[in-house]
């Protein structure tokens, strides 16, 4: 099984009686590894699926990411980060990709002297800004600055040696306090979570003695954050009559057959070029605009989703009965069945953004925060109980729907749950 994740990668999943060395020659011989290994788990870096092809677009934002992929891989200090601090380089262009939640975000601006990628921190605009051939540079200082600051859980004597493994970069007694800090395991020092309870300025002054390369002080003229625009169907190209083919992939859902597939449809209608969006979309560029339908509806053939009902309705679920012993029902399936009724419903602009989420027990792998509809398989496997505003690990009883629903049920009980709060928003 190969999951397209939501962090616009693959993930190979169920791997059996494989091994290691083969799997990393192929994959390295396939270009998907990094060349220092250790970053791999670190590299989470995200862009617009749509640079350099569409119109609007400040900048390409592929030679920025490339400069910082391997900037990163030359900070091998940077191994000590929580394995999901993630960064976001947003070129202008019409996804606004810098809304996705981020660590770190390079936001590119126009200013008097050309463009500028502006440094923003868990979605906060800083005054640090660079010219983008030292945006990565940028990057790599707020992630370092980061290792040192104590998480709100640490003890004192943990608090003591972050700051002494991170402060004295290099020095003996730094190395010792790394060294100390590895026997601990993996240290959390996510911007997004440091934010909460170190003080922004704090964090600021701290920021200015671990960058290195040229920056401005540039003030902050827009602190707004436009929403994510993400996109699907047939899109226009920059350049002569070409299409963006994208398609949705229901729950990110893949296997070899269905990539080899798609795989083909890049080679029969674009130039053999993919893109992954981190919206679960899969995009073929290149496609003359007389084949942009014909592409599209082969996809839908192969069971993937082209209408915009799939960008409205942000469906999750666990691995349920097949991929884990604590679940007793098939969770992905019944997600499925509901995401199959919001399809049928063609373009719903009161559905969105909705977030349904299946779980099979109050663990909720899937989506630990709260979704505005969550089905939670009942103690007895015999259905779900359906709550609205609702995290698996705290659903709302008093939200809770009054009947248990069968997994036949599941998809009309929660098209009517998600058409009633459609209704009292729109009301
Ligand atoms: S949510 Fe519960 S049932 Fe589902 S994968 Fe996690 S532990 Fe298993």
């Not at 899109?235 to 083919?245: A, K, P, S």
Request: aromatic share 6%.
């Amino acid at each position: 099984r190969i999951d397209l994740t939501n962090l616009a990668n693959f993930q190979l999943r169920g791997l059996k009686s494989v091994r290691p060395s083969e799997l990393k020659a192929a994959l390295g011989g396939a270009g998907l590894l990094p060349r220092a290994l250790w970053a791999d788990r670190f590299r989470n870096i995200q862009g617009d699926p749509l640079s350099s092809l569409v119109e609007g677009e400040l900048t390409d934002t592929g030679p920025v990411i490339a400069a910082l992929d391997e900037a990163l891989q030359n900070t091998p200090v940077l191994s000590a980060c929580y394995n999901k601090f993630s960064y976001v380089v947003d070129g202008g262009g019409p996804s606004h990709i810098g809304a996705l939640p981020h660590d770190v975000g390079l936001r590119a601006e126009k200013g008097w002297e050309g463009v500028r990628f502006r440094l923003c921190l868990a979605g906060h605009a800083t005054v640090f800004c660079a010219r983008p051939e030292a945006a990565p540079a940028l990057a790599i200082g707020a992630a370092r600055m980061a290792l040192g600051f104590p998480a709100k859980t640490d003890s004192p004597w943990m608090k003591f040696v972050k700051q002494t493994a991170y402060r004295a970069n290099g020095r003996a007694i730094a190395k010792l306090a790394r060294a100390l800090l590895a026997l601990y395991g993996q240290q959390e020092n996510r911007i997004r979570r440091l934010v909460r309870h170190i003080p922004r300025a704090e964090m600021l002054e701290r920021l200015e003695g671990y960058l290195d390369g040229p920056y401005e002080r540039l003030e902050i003229t827009e602190e707004g954050k436009p929403a994510l625009a993400p996109s699907i169907g047939s899109l226009v190209q920059r350049g002569e009559n070409l299409r963006i083919c994208g398609f949705g992939v229901p729950l990110g859902q893949l296997d070899a057959q269905s990539l080899k597939a798609i795989a083909g449809l890049a080679d029969k209608y674009g130039q053999g070029e993919l893109r992954l969006a981190p919206w679960h979309v899969v995009f073929i560029p290149h496609v003359p605009v007389q084949e942009a339908e014909a592409l599209l509806s082969q996809a839908r053939s192969l069971g993937f989703i082209t209408d915009e009902s799939f960008l409205h309705v942000d469906i999750s679920a666990c691995s349920g009965l097949e991929g884990c012993r604590g679940a007793r029902l098939a969770t992905p399936e019944h997600a499925l069945a509901v995401m199959r009724a919001f399809a049928g419903q063609g373009k719903r602009e009161h559905f969105a953004p909705l977030s349904v989420h299946v779980s099979g027990c109050p663990k909720g792998c899937a989506h630990r925060a709260v979704s505005d509809i969550l089905a939670l398989e009942r103690e007895d496997a015999s259905g779900y109980y359906v709550y609205e505003h609702s995290a698996a690990l705290a659903p709302q009883k008093q939200s809770r729907f009054p009947e248990t629903v069968s997994a036949e049920d599941l998809p009309r009980v929660v098209l009517e749950v998600a058409n009633r709060q459609g209704r009292q928003e729109q009301s």
